[in-house]
């Protein structure tokens, strides 16, 4: 895995660790569940699936991070295969969420192009 795509995979983690962060611990705040496009009255309801999904976003960052520690610790390939993996389900929902609801297409391309980024550079590589 070469340094242009480990960078950019370390930065898909972070982000999706941001996310987590918003999703599962700061959501009841107004100005985070709000870019979410949460009502107040809804917050209730919907609270419960977001800590879900920042969990989701978690562990995939954890595949992109984890898989980058492997490639520097003697694990090439497998942590190649592992956080590349992270960065393609990162990617995958972030096509989800725009395909989903059209109002959160800048949302999703935040959140998806440092992993297309990520697997673009690794493929050129190879």
Aim: charged share 10%; hydrophobic share 60%; net charge positive.
């Amino acid at each position: 895995m070469n340094v242009v795509a480990q960078v950019f995979a370390v930065l898909a983690g972070l982000l999706h660790v941001l996310i987590f962060t918003m999703e599962s611990v700061l959501f009841r705040r107004p100005q985070v569940h709000g870019r979410f496009r949460v009502k107040p009255q809804d917050l209730e309801a919907v609270r419960p699936w977001a800590f879900n999904q920042g969990f989701y976003n978690l562990f995939l960052a954890l595949g992109a991070l984890g898989g980058v520690v492997a490639v520097h610790t003697g694990h090439a390939a497998v942590g190649a295969a592992v956080a590349l993996f992270g960065c393609a389900s990162m990617l995958g929902a972030a096509v989800v969420l725009a395909a989903t609801d059209r109002r959160m297409v800048r949302a999703a391309a935040i959140q998806g192009v440092t992993p297309l980024a990520a697997l673009v550079a690794a493929l050129l590589a190879s």
